[in-house]
């Protein structure tokens, strides 16, 4: 009954049109109503208790820190880079933009920054040169979606929090599945872009890689710094999301001289108003994760799904196909907040890897993320490529069906997880 009633006051909530924080809210108030313990003041402290969390603190830096890469030079530095490797091939605006999505994942661990930089720099290239609009802003969106994945990764950091998992260890775990997204979207766009007849850029000279390279080294050395740190043990997640703030904040004013005073005040305003809606979309969700494990909601779920107890694959199939279902109406972070809670003693009971979970868990949240009807960062590329989103869906539905494939590969497999998590994680 309790979980009736926490999913119907839910969604209940959004479907008259309330914000997903002040559902969440609403859901929270239903339960205690229901627990016969309703009390304004333990709504307020743990609203409050929500967002007071240390590593929290690395999601407004790293937020911060790809804002100053996209505004400061470092991003379009790394497409340049990628430009002069690959430019030239069959289809190689194709990899560069795969190329460049990588590179700036292990910089911003935002898909939709990734998204709107990528869209802005890459996309009215690829127009030009003769590929379909569609099919390209598909391709951006899907490389965008590797954000979250490879570290470092705002995502991982809200799961760590949510489900008590070391957000390092999501990190380390992170780093081949990311890659592996990478390399499947540039294996479907070479297939999808076989027939078309787009205008090749001239190759670049020895020297313009050379050139590119150096100008780009101060760029790609921020995710060597912060990886590095991390399997040393010279810094926490929270602290390298301080370095990575102030690292790219002395690049773009220091090094490159992109980013101007009044263009800085702009890029923390910007970093300041995402911050907010994430950290209060956070906080609502602790209200939730606290009733929901005093309701027990976890138990009724572990008991609604013993029989699959015995069968652990079996049982995460239907938990990637359950994440699936809500990636296609709600974001990333909702997700992440609302099922995480729920989720993790489940996965904990049937002898799941916490780490290994919460990567195919995040993976299958950022693939949500070019799901229609939601599909937050297909409307990014849609907007600025001005397209419908019925053609950047359908552009975007190759490389949709291969990542899911993808992910469904690490679910019968998961020793292609596991065993470099281990590895990258001493």
Not at 16 to 28: D, H, M, W
Not at 138 to 166: M, Q, Y
Not at 300 to 317: F, G, N, S, V, W
């Amino acid at each position: 009954m309790t979980v009736v009633i926490f999913l119907g006051a839910l969604l209940a909530a959004m479907a008259i049109g309330i914000p997903i924080a002040y559902s969440l809210l609403v859901s929270g108030v239903a339960l205690m109503w229901h627990q016969d313990m309703f009390d304004a003041q333990i709504l307020a402290q743990n609203v409050i208790n929500g967002a007071d969390s240390f590593p929290l603190l690395a999601v407004p830096l790293f937020m911060l820190a790809g804002e100053i890469m996209n505004a400061g030079g470092l991003s379009q530095r790394i497409v340049g880079l990628a430009m002069t490797l690959v430019g030239h091939k069959r289809g190689g605006l194709g990899y560069v933009t795969v190329i460049a999505a990588c590179l700036m994942a292990a910089l911003s661990g935002s898909a939709v920054a990734d998204a709107a930089a990528l869209s802005a720099l890459l996309l009215p290239m690829m127009a030009r040169a003769g590929h379909d609009p569609a099919r390209a802003g598909g391709l951006i969106a899907a490389s965008s979606v590797i954000a979250p994945v490879i570290p470092p990764s705002i995502a991982f950091i809200i799961f760590g929090v949510a489900g008590n998992v070391s957000i390092g260890k999501l990190f380390m775990a992170g780093i081949v599945p990311g890659l592996l997204m990478g390399v499947v979207v540039a294996t479907t766009w070479a297939w999808v872009s076989r027939r078309e007849q787009a205008e090749l850029p001239p190759r670049a000279s020895r020297a313009e890689q050379l050139r590119a390279l150096r100008d780009s080294l101060w760029a790609l050395a921020l995710p060597a710094i912060v990886l590095v740190g991390l399997k040393m043990g010279v810094f926490t997640p929270t602290e390298a999301a301080a370095v990575a703030a102030v690292y790219s904040l002395f690049v773009a004013t220091v090094v490159y001289r992109e980013l101007s005073l009044r263009a800085l005040y702009r890029v923390f305003v910007s970093a300041a108003k995402t911050t907010a809606v994430v950290m209060f979309l956070i906080a609502a969700a602790m209200v939730s994760a606290w009733l929901i494990t005093v309701a027990d909601i976890p138990g009724e779920i572990t008991r609604l799904l013993e029989p699959l107890m015995a069968h652990p694959m079996l049982l995460l199939l239907a938990i990637m196909l359950l994440v699936m279902a809500v990636g296609t109406a709600m974001d990333m972070a909702p997700t992440i907040l609302i099922l995480t809670p729920v989720l993790m003693p489940v996965v904990v009971a049937a002898g799941i890897d916490p780490v290994y979970f919460g990567v195919l868990f995040i993976m299958n949240a950022s693939i949500g993320l070019i799901t229609p009807p939601v599909g937050t960062v297909l409307n990014v590329v849609a907007g600025v490529g001005r397209m419908s989103m019925d053609r950047i869906s359908r552009g975007a539905l190759p490389f949709l069906l291969a990542q899911f494939g993808l992910l469904f590969l690490l679910v019968l497999c998961p020793w292609i997880v596991t065993v470099p998590a281990r590895w990258f994680g001493g």
